[in-house]
């Protein structure tokens, strides 16, 4: 049985909100203050758009079969990313199976590797990686989470990450995630306005209901292990997440071993391939590694992650990533629940996490999504047409 081969690979730009989550309009919680490494610049610190984390926009990537069928994907990207999809990626994509998703994968990445490894190449890889998935299951008419293994579970569980844990609660939600909004360079003023609002947000709460602190990449090792006791001492934090940069393992490896014993550490995020989260666990790194499907490698290489944590009893708790993960996470024992990025300005209600570009992006009611929602061919999503697209480069 012979699948349609592949006869078209192209890449576009969107801009507005979707993959690239971080670009959205003003007055959003995603950008109010919250703490990064570029902190220690005064003027860097109230907006994040400021430094630049909205720079790239979204990459969509497109695969077309030769009898017409079209998987698409949507990632972090933009303009660089599409010129690594049209002039170097897509020569090994056209005239080739679709099933050949290994070999494609392989040569993607070591074709690459010198220039590559991680961030925007990688991330190009994975949006061609998450079309070419996403054409597999339209090709074949079933749901990746089929070709995944099927579903362990009847429906995904979901945290919420947004400024507001308290209305994550009253919508259901297993846990809330707060963003860290003062860094080292605000000292011991900013440490304490930390733990104010975390002990806010604890006795808003309840004492039984998930609270966590994303750090975005933006503490020492002596300010995160302060963060840690009187957070786990004075506010109950599940976990702390990704506080030290991806880059220093052996700052999150004593963290780890600093840090109160029941605080979990987490971390992946900015990661990349099985190497990476290899590292990040056999140094002892952290509790929860944390890939993102669209920018650690995309499906096949999630699957190789995911079961090296999975064999060293290490969560796989992907960062939000909509669809993308949410077919794989409903897979995999060692992925008992999954993420969900608030994007609504407040936040105090639930939309879709890269709205406006997918159409069909199930969101979770009561913070659960039922497995029977992803019971659609491939991801199970369609491009939004309304959604201006660019598409900066041709081959
Ligand atoms: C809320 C965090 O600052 C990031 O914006 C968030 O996207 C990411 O770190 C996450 O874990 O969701
Ligand atoms: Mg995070």
Redesign the pocket.
């Known amino acids: 049985m012979s699948l349609s081969r592949i006869k078209h690979v192209r890449a576009f730009v969107a801009r507005g909100a979707g993959a690239d989550y971080?670009d959205q309009g003003a007055g959003h919680w995603?950008d109010d203050h919250?703490a990064t490494p570029m902190s220690r610049y005064p003027e860097y610190r109230q907006s994040r758009q400021s430094f630049g984390i909205n720079v790239l926009g979204t990459l969509v990537v497109e695969i077309e079969a030769e009898d017409g069928t079209i998987g698409f994907a949507v990632t972090t990207g933009g303009e660089p990313a599409a010129y690594i999809v049209e002039k170097h990626l897509a020569r090994f994509l056209e005239g080739r199976s679709p099933v050949e998703v290994e070999k494609i994968w392989d040569q993607m990445y070591f074709s690459t590797q010198y220039y590559g490894r991680k961030g925007l190449v990688v991330n190009a890889i994975s949006g061609v990686d998450l079309a070419l998935w996403d054409l597999l299951g339209k090709l074949r008419g079933e749901p990746v989470y089929h070709m995944l293994g099927g579903a362990v579970r009847d429906e995904l569980q979901f945290y919420a990450?947004g400024a507001r844990p308290d209305v994550a609660k009253e919508l259901g939600f297993i846990g809330g995630?707060l963003?860290l909004h003062h860094g080292p360079a605000e000292g011991l003023e900013g440490l304490e306005k930390n733990i104010a609002l975390l002990a806010d947000m604890r006795s808003k709460c309840g004492d039984d209901f998930w609270l966590m602190c994303?750090c975005?990449m933006a503490l020492d090792l002596d300010y995160a292990t302060r963060l840690a006791h009187r957070a786990w001492n004075e506010c109950g934090l599940k976990w702390i997440?990704?506080a030290l940069s991806p880059d220093d393992y052996w700052a999150y490896a004593e963290l780890r071993k600093k840090a109160p014993p029941g605080l979990l550490v987490t971390t992946g995020?900015h990661e990349a391939t099985r190497w990476g989260f290899r590292m990040l666990i056999d140094m002892g790194c952290c509790d929860i590694i944390q890939p993102d499907v669209g920018w650690c490698g995309g499906v096949t290489e999630l699957i190789k992650i995911a079961n090296y944590a999975d064999s060293r009893g290490v969560m796989m708790i992907p960062?939000?990533s909509s669809v993308y993960s949410y077919h794989f996470v409903i897979t995999r024992h060692n992925s008992p629940f999954a993420?969900f990025?608030m994007m609504h300005p407040g936040p105090t209600e639930v939309v879709p996490m890269f709205a406006p570009q997918l159409l069909g992006e199930p969101v979770p009611q009561n913070g659960r999504i039922r497995v029977s929602a992803l019971d659609k061919p491939g991801f199970g999503v369609e491009l939004n047409a309304d959604v201006p697209l660019h598409r900066p480069y041709t081959h």
């Open positions: 971080h995603i919250i990450t995630k963003p994303d975005w997440e990704e995020e960062h939000g993420e990025l």
